[in-house]
């Protein structure tokens, strides 16, 4: 079965220190990946995409996510995080044949002063 | 920017009720989806639209129904409402293809 998994259901992190959320999928011939953030009372909001090309993509609020093939994972990543980033990620895929994104269960980054 | 609308942030429902969730998009998609969002369980589908008047279910369609009668509308519908169907009720929409979904506000239903 197609699946996502994000292994750690809350992140603490002190402002101004690095992060990596961290995503697995199923294996598949071909995929299409995704990291969304939800703010507080939300819906969710795109931070970036994977489609082709470059395996290290950049997104919004300069977070940035590295696609490895071989080890079925797309890990979000910030080098300095703010405040501001306190909020839930969400990991998506994109499986052949299958309309609808599949999402992983969510991350929540905590950033504490 | 693409705009998805639902018709209400918070509802409040009885056991037992018809409820109707609406969802509007502004950007002409041929694809809108409903899902649903638990702690701890992420974002769950429940069913999508490809087309007007054309749906599948998706992963927990039971108790759920849903109509899109114009390409910029589609209800959720829940037949009777029951306890365990207090969530969070997210709607999205798509262009054709494998692209990324947009996301409405989300409706926080409580069944009392």
């Known amino acids: 079965a197609q699946s996502v998994t994000q292994l750690d259901s809350q992140v603490p992190v002190f402002e101004e220190a690095p992060v990596e959320l961290r995503c697995n999928y199923s294996s598949s011939v071909s995929v299409y990946l995704f990291w969304y953030v939800q703010y507080p009372n939300q819906g969710l909001q795109l931070l970036l995409k994977y489609l082709s090309g470059s395996t290290l993509v950049k997104g919004i609020n300069g977070f940035e996510a590295e696609f490895n093939k071989s080890q079925t994972s797309f890990h979000l990543r910030k080098p300095s995080v703010h405040i501001s980033d306190t909020a839930e990620y969400f990991c998506a895929v994109s499986y052949t044949g299958r309309r609808a994104l599949t999402f992983g269960s969510g991350t929540r980054l905590q950033v504490q002063p | 920017d693409v705009k998805v609308t639902q018709s209400s942030r918070y509802l409040v429902k009885r056991t037992g009720e018809k409820v109707f969730l609406e969802c509007v998009q502004d950007m002409d998609h041929e694809n809108m989806f409903w899902y649903r969002q638990d702690p701890g369980l992420g974002l769950r589908l429940i069913y999508f639209s490809y087309d007007v008047k054309m749906k599948e279910k998706g992963d927990i369609p039971e108790g759920y129904s849903v109509s899109r009668e114009k390409k910029e509308r589609f209800s959720l519908i829940l037949e009777s409402a029951s306890t365990n169907q207090t969530s969070m009720y997210l709607c999205?929409?798509?262009?054709?293809?494998?692209?990324?979904?947009?996301f409405g506000q989300g409706t926080r239903l409580t069944v009392v």
């Open positions: 999205a929409s798509s262009e054709t293809g494998r692209t990324e979904a947009f």
